[in-house]
């Protein structure tokens, strides 16, 4: 069993943030996507 992603693209408004990618997933895999942008929905506070 897999998942088939082909072509892939993601728009934030006028912003691209994910341009044609294509990839599969198979069984047992584990998958997960992260730009070199990648800010943590959360922040510490003291």
């Given at each position: 069993?897999?998942?088939?992603?082909?072509q892939?693209?993601?728009?934030?408004?006028?912003?691209t943030?994910?341009?044609?990618?294509?990839?599969?997933?198979?069984?047992?895999e584990?998958?997960?996507?992260?730009?070199?942008?990648?800010?943590?929905?959360?922040?510490?506070?003291?």
């Open positions: 069993m897999r998942v088939e992603v082909s892939l693209t993601k728009f934030y408004g006028d912003t943030a994910i341009d044609g990618i294509s990839f599969d997933v198979y069984q047992g584990v998958f997960s996507l992260v730009s070199s942008r990648f800010r943590p929905a959360s922040k510490e506070r003291s």
